[in-house]
Nanobody, 128 residues
Framework: QVQLVESGGESVQAGGSIRLSCTAS????????MGWFRQAPGKEREFVTA????????YYGESVRGRFTFSRNTETMTGYLQMNGLKPEDTAVYYC?????????????????????WGQGAQVTVSS
């Protein structure tokens, strides 16, 4: 099993920045890819970004492209979501998640059902 612990959620004003962290522990060899999703009250879970852990392209959702950046430290098994130019509509609980199988990743990176392990969630609130 893989355990994911998130940190960094906070409240900021519009235009501000936040960096979320997600650290994996346990059976690290299972980690094929990491992704970030978000869910606002009353809305469906939305894809934010994802990448294969050991290298490859980074994918972004349309609503965050150009403002959010996904990076990772393979030694500490930590993924980072740097969020700049935050807007009130970015307010949500943000989840990191891990996939353990390639499973056509380049076509299915945004499918939350393909991710096996999930972090506890981090609340991000952006006020206008």
């Amino acid at each position: 099993q893989v355990q994911l612990v998130e940190s960094g959620g906070e409240s900021v004003q519009a235009g501000g920045s936040i960096r979320l962290s997600c650290t994996a522990s346990g059976r690290k060899s299972e980690v094929y890819a990491m992704g970030w999703f978000r869910q606002a009250p009353g809305k469906e879970r939305e894809f934010v970004t994802a990448m294969a852990w050991w290298g490859g392209p980074i994918y972004y959702g349309e609503s965050v492209r150009g403002r959010f950046t996904f990076s990772r430290n393979t030694e500490t098994m930590t993924g980072y979501l740097q969020m700049n130019g935050l807007k009130p509509e970015d307010t949500a609980v943000y989840y990191c998640a891990v996939r353990v199988n390639p499973d056509q990743f380049s076509d299915t990176y945004s499918w939350h059902g393909r991710y096996r392990y999930w972090g506890q969630g981090a609340q991000v609130t952006v006020s206008s």
